[in-house]
């Protein structure tokens, strides 16, 4: 059974920082691609950021970009996002996913349809 466990998540002062982490277990973790996405209240959920399964590739929304940093340790079946200078507008609870298809370099990264199993997801509140 593949179980993927967010944390990490809290509540920041506007221009703080936070790590999140995806501890995933049930699955050969270093196969398959990660993705990290939100959902503010009253808001569709949406991708933040990808990363494929050998960790060279990387992949951002906009609105993160330069703000944020996607890592990964096979090692310890482990995901990470590493935010700074967040913003009120990055309240939301934060999601990480596993790519459906194994070994995947190029895929659509920014599509939750990509992705198979999630996590419980981690509240991240930043104050203003």
């Known amino acids: 059974q593949v179980q993927l466990v967010e944390s990490g998540g809290g509540l920041v002062q506007a221009g703080g920082s936070l790590r999140l982490s995806c501890a995933a277990s049930?699955?050969?973790?270093?196969?398959?691609?990660m993705g990290w996405f939100r959902q503010a209240p009253g808001k569709e959920r949406e991708f933040v950021a990808a990363?494929?399964?050998?960790?060279?590739?990387?992949y951002y929304t906009d609105s993160v970009k330069g703000r944020s940093t996607i890592s990964r340790d096979n090692a310890k079946n482990t995901a990470y996002l590493q935010m700074s200078s967040l913003k009120p507008e990055d309240t939301a609870v934060y999601y990480c996913?596993?790519?459906?298809?194994?070994?995947?370099?190029?895929?659509?990264?920014?599509?939750?349809?990509?992705?198979?199993?999630w996590g419980q997801g981690t509240q991240v509140t930043v104050s203003s």
């Open positions: 990363i494929s399964w050998s960790g060279r590739n990387t």
């Open positions: 996913a596993t790519d459906r298809i194994r070994y995947r370099t190029t895929w659509e990264y920014g599509s939750d349809r990509e992705y198979d199993y």
């Open positions: 049930g699955r050969t973790f270093n196969m398959y691609a």
